[in-house]
């Protein structure tokens, strides 16, 4: 009897121990050792950090910055992502399907890829106004290069993040709520100015505060459109300080890094209090509300959201492959001028980006099959364990990845800047603290869907296991596994894309060998090479593309939601 | 206050009729209960009345303003009907009194008076003192209230009830019949209430409807439902009549005929104009059958089950002849009814249900 509870208590406790330990490497660590060097630089209590950073002006200009996009970024994006929403949720538009796909493509695309590809569409050299006619003469200065610049790709970047949201809290809006109010005599529009944006605003909150925090930490935008204005935000100067001054200006990084997960968490905490102030509970549930028919105004309305594709999808999609298609700067495309040449460099020619297209795909693989495998157990916990703990550890692994990505790569660089204790072993200057760090941000990407996998599965199948006499690895590993495995891939294949093109986290800890994707696309377009960078980016963008149709196929073992790309 | 036609009303959703060519003609101030199992089309009935779905071909009018047709469809905020939600369907972000209030709000009333009709409107549901709370905050009978005072407010022509007292605990049910019972009465407003339970259908409407896949069964008051079924579905679905074959003898006289039943010979109610026919069915309640004397005419039947009801058992039987028919009485305690053992039983009265189309 002893032996027997022995048994099945010691794998239990295995499989705890050993998710406890990948959350205290992946998430505690870095951040405990973050706090670490800003309060106690050196093992000694000091607010020295703190002062040297709070009495630099460059601080205050970044923050003010980083404010500024941040805000107003959020605010285009709730209004593209909401009002989209809208559309596609309560009207009777056309085509649902697609546009899902064509509106949230823009999110699975690279920040830095997006912003490369609006700068060609407007640039002096972009030869797609040249196509036209209507480019402006070279060496005019481009109108992205700007705060507003910046602000606009923002909102275009993270509308769908809000889209998302809004949608899925649309969906759950009891038709009957709708109907009530109408045949109390609403119109369309009384009803959703008085009863669905009231009971959207928890949903809409919650979208902004993401959208927040995405914008406050986003790196590749600001990076491609700031730097060259020298507008600053503070990853991109914790950025240049990192790149001019080395090792020996992480404490005053790290200071800043913290500064940005503080402005994240204060929208966060904004978001809380202010969604607590009424009663937004749906209670019933029911089916969605019929759409609202456009009648006449349906062709015009189609035509408008269609536009709006056209202008932050198509276009800029376009502009980025007529650049790459283009011989030098500047050239005319034509017939005559147009050439893969640029093709060839970077996937043959060029040896960096020829190892950063190696670099990139094992990272992403690797990470996402690490991700993979671990999401199954610590969602195991999640879903169906008893302990108190594991909404703690919900919290834990979601930490790296809702703060900025900045902020775990100082972590990472602080936590492997010298040889790991006892073992000697150097990450520092490898490729394995970029794998580190994508481990640790990207986990929740395929433990999400993991664990709504987990909820759609009826607990018997596994107690019917156990009564067989199965033990809780067999189970797993027999049972469970199969049965929450199209949900963890479609979230490894998430983890995939995004890391194919990361470069938040990749350009903070590069170094000669371990060159990423973003980072060379980074360094070719800072080189003023932007038909590289061009090409690079249509590359990694098709694959994105592939993967996003590939996924679908998956669509029908998975649960809804999973895939945000599909409707 | 207006009455409601219905006339030929088709739904069809893809290639499935949800309702089949109705037609009902509800008066003004009349209660109408709608009444049929899940899936029989009354809940797409209601909702192409208020004006949420649009009908495939045939006319709803309300009052003398045609309100749905084939080719068009008035919406449902200008239709002036009101319904009440099974789910209440109260908004969370908003106040009882905001609740109530809404339909003044929308139409820009005047805010005093708008003030005052709320106030009226909650007194008239016993909620006075309750308009500052938020709906999380009531009883599940508070807020079929608050719903009832809504729809109330604005003074509909028409109110549409779905299923309000699905969702309420048989206590709460049957204070809230009277509640609904009073309401009728007090505004004297023309009612269709949905509703899968007959005892709600006949407590509270005038006439009740029966559907049966997508089509109208039988409209007729309570009474006439219960004694004169139109067709077999209404026989066997109100109070779980029970239908038996039978040969019919004589032509009708004074609205009987003779007719034989399972062997016995029976004098049944039935429509005039009836004349002898062999494949006719005749509908009799649990009351109608007795435990026949001796020497009386009668069947033999076997009892295949004694289910106790507390104060009662329900005995069910087959007849010896026919042991595919299922028979059951309600005797009172005591009386054992051992499975297996037969007992003679006797047809005291019955209806025969018509042939074909209702009359």
């Known amino acids: 009897m002893t032996a027997r509870v022995k048994e099945s208590r010691g794998q239990e406790m295995a499989l705890t121990a050993a998710v406890a330990v990948v959350i205290v490497l992946l998430s505690l660590l870095p951040m405990l050792r973050l706090l670490k060097e800003v309060v106690a630089p050196g093992g000694v209590v000091s607010d020295t950090a703190i002062r040297l950073g709070l009495s630099s002006s460059a601080t205050w200009v970044a923050t003010w910055h980083t404010l500024v996009v941040g805000i107003f970024g959020t605010l285009l994006a709730v209004v593209l992502g909401t009002f989209v929403a809208l559309l596609v949720t309560l009207t009777d538009i056309r085509g649902r399907g697609v546009l899902v796909l064509c509106y949230v493509m823009p999110l699975m695309i690279a920040p830095q890829v997006t912003a490369l590809a609006w700068l060609q569409l407007f640039g002096p050299a972009s030869p797609f106004l040249k196509l036209l006619g209507l480019a402006p003469p070279l060496g005019t200065r481009n109108p992205l290069y700007s705060t507003e610049g910046i602000i606009l790709l923002l909102g275009v970047q993270y509308g769908p993040l809000v889209f998302l949201l809004v949608r899925a809290g649309l969906r759950k809006l009891p038709r009957e709520l709708v109907e009530a109010a109408r045949a109390g005599g609403a119109g369309w529009f009384t009803v959703l100015r008085t009863v669905v944006l009231p009971l959207m605003t928890p949903s809409i909150m919650a979208a902004a505060a993401l959208a927040f925090v995405s914008c406050v930490g986003n790196f590749g935008i600001p990076a491609f459109l700031g730097i060259p204005a020298n507008y600053l935000v503070l990853p991109t100067l914790i950025y240049q300080k990192l790149a001019g001054g080395g090792p020996a200006v992480l404490g005053e990084a790290a200071f800043l890094s913290v500064l940005i997960g503080v402005i994240a968490m204060a929208g966060i905490v904004t978001q809380e209090i202010m969604s607590r102030r009424r009663d937004y509970r749906i209670s019933s549930t029911s089916l969605p509300a019929e759409p609202y028919e456009l009648g006449r105004w349906r062709l015009p309305v189609e035509a408008g959201i269609w536009l709006l594709i056209v202008l932050i999808l198509v276009l800029p999609l376009f502009g980025l492959v007529l650049t790459s298609l283009v011989p030098g700067y500047g050239i005319a495309l034509s017939s005559a001028t147009a050439t893969l040449d640029n093709y060839r460099f970077v996937l043959f020619e060029h040896a960096g980006s020829r190892r950063a297209f190696f670099n990139s795909f094992a990272l992403s693989i690797a990470a996402a099959v690490f991700a993979v495998l671990v999401a199954v157990p610590v969602g195991y916990l999640i879903a169906w364990g008893k302990q108190r703990w594991v909404r703690l550890v919900n919290l834990l692994i979601e930490l790296p990845y809702a703060l900025p990505g900045v902020v775990l790569a100082i972590a990472a660089l602080l936590m492997f800047l010298r040889p790991i204790p006892f073992t000697g072993i150097q990450l520092y200057n490898t490729i394995w603290i970029i794998l580190y760090a994508y481990l640790a941000r990207f986990l929740v990407l395929a433990l999400r869907p993991t664990v709504s996998g987990y909820h759609q599965i009826d607990r018997a199948l596994e107690e019917a296991a156990q009564v067989a006499g199965a033990g809780l690895f067999t189970r797993l590993r027999t049972i469970v596994f199969p049965l929450v495995a199209p949900a963890a891939i479609a979230g490894g294949l998430l983890i995939f894309m995004t890391a194919l093109s990361e470069l938040t986290v990749s350009a903070l800890l590069w170094s000669s060998g371990s060159e990423t994707i973003g980072v060379v696309m980074f360094s070719f377009e800072q080189g003023g090479d932007s038909n590289y960078a061009a090409a690079m980016s249509a590359i990694t963008v098709a694959i994105t593309f592939v993967l996003m149709l590939v996924t679908n196929l998956l669509a029908p073992y998975l649960p809804s939601g999973v895939l945000p790309w599909r409707d | ?359």
């Open chain 2, 1 to 359: 206050m207006a009455g409601l036609t219905i006339s030929n009303v088709t739904k069809t959703f893809g290639d499935y009729d949800a309702v089949k060519d109705v037609s009902l003609d509800v008066r003004d101030g009349e209660f109408l209960a709608v009444l049929g199992p899940s899936g029989c089309g009354k809940t797409t009935l209601l909702r192409v009345v208020a004006g949420f779905e649009k009908i495939s071909s045939g006319q709803i009018r309300i009052g003398s303003d045609v309100v749905s047709n084939a080719s068009g469809s008035v919406p449902p905020e200008k239709r002036r009907v009101g319904i009440v939600f099974q789910n209440y369907a109260l908004w969370p972000h908003m106040t009882v009194a905001e609740n109530v209030g809404y339909s003044l709000r929308v139409a820009k009333v005047d805010k005093a008076v708008a003030r005052q009709r709320v106030a009226d409107a909650l007194s008239l549901v016993n909620l006075d003192g309750l308009a500052d709370r938020r709906p999380a905050n009531l009883s599940g009978g508070q807020r079929q209230r608050v719903a009832l005072a809504r729809c109330l407010v604005a003074a509909p022509s028409l109110v549409l009830f779905d299923e309000p007292l699905a969702n309420l605990d048989v206590h709460l049910r049957a204070s809230m019949e009277d509640e609904f019972a009073a309401f009728h009465k007090r505004t004297g407003t023309t009612i269709v209430y949905i509703t899968h339970d007959q005892a709600e259908a006949m407590a509270l409407a005038d006439r009740i409807a029966v559907m049966d896949h997508g089509r109208l069964a039988q409209l007729a008051t309570p009474r006439d439902l219960y004694r004169e079924p139109a067709n077999e579905m209404v026989a066997s679905f109100i109070a779980q009549g029970i239908v038996l074959p039978a040969k019919i003898m004589s032509a009708e006289q004074g609205g009987h005929v003779r007719a034989e039943v399972l062997g016995q010979e029976v004098v049944v109610r039935c429509r005039p104009g009836e004349q002898p026919r062999a494949d006719a069915k005749i509908c009799i309640r649990p009351p109608d059958l007795e435990i026949a004397g001796k020497g009386e005419a009668g069947f033999d039947a076997t009892v295949t089950r004694a289910i106790y009801k507390g104060g009662a058992v329900r005995v069910e039987l087959s007849p010896v002849l026919q042991p595919d028919l299922h028979l059951h009485v309600e005797r009172p305690e005591p009386g054992s009814f051992e499975p297996g053992s037969q007992i003679r039983l006797k047809i005291t009265s019955g209806w025969l249900i018509p042939n074909g189309k209702p009359a």
